[in-house]
Nanobody, 126 residues
Framework: QVQLVQSGGGLVQPGASLRLTCAAS????????MGWFRQPPGKEREFVAA????????AYADSVKGRFTVSRDNAKSTLLLQMNSLKPEDTAAYYC???????????????????WGGGAQVTVSS
């Protein structure tokens, strides 16, 4: 059983930066692929970024590529999402998720993830 506790988020102006943190416990973090998803108001949950167990493999949604960076600190069992050049369309509830069954790659499909954080609201508005 993996527990994920998120922190970060908030209200920022367009062009600003934010960092989301996801602290994991209850599992062997360095053996778990991790992902970030978001759910904009009134829309379906969508893939944002994912990172493999060792951190060498990453994947991004086209909408955030070049602006967001996913990383992990396996020594601290922590997943990070650095978000730069934020846009109003980035406004959403952001969720971290764990995919403990994935070995060599990462998934963009939220149904593949077994454990979820509680979410953090990110609002980008002037």
């Amino acid at each position: 059983q993996v527990q994920l506790v998120q922190s970060g988020g908030g209200l920022v102006q367009p062009g600003a930066s934010l960092r989301l943190t996801c602290a994991a416990s209850g599992g062997t973090f360095n053996s778990i692929a991790m992902g970030w998803f978001r759910q904009p108001p009134g829309k379906e949950r969508e893939f944002v970024a994912a990172i493999g167990r060792s951190g060498f493999i990453t994947a991004y949604a086209d909408s955030v590529k070049g602006r967001f960076t996913v990383s992990r600190d396996n020594a601290k069992s922590t997943l990070l999402l650095q978000m730069n050049s934020l846009k109003p369309e980035d406004t959403a509830a952001y969720y971290c998720a764990a995919d403990p069954d994935r070995t060599f790659d990462v998934s963009r499909d939220y149904s593949e993830y077994d454990y979820w954080g509680g979410g953090a609201q990110v609002t980008v508005s002037s």
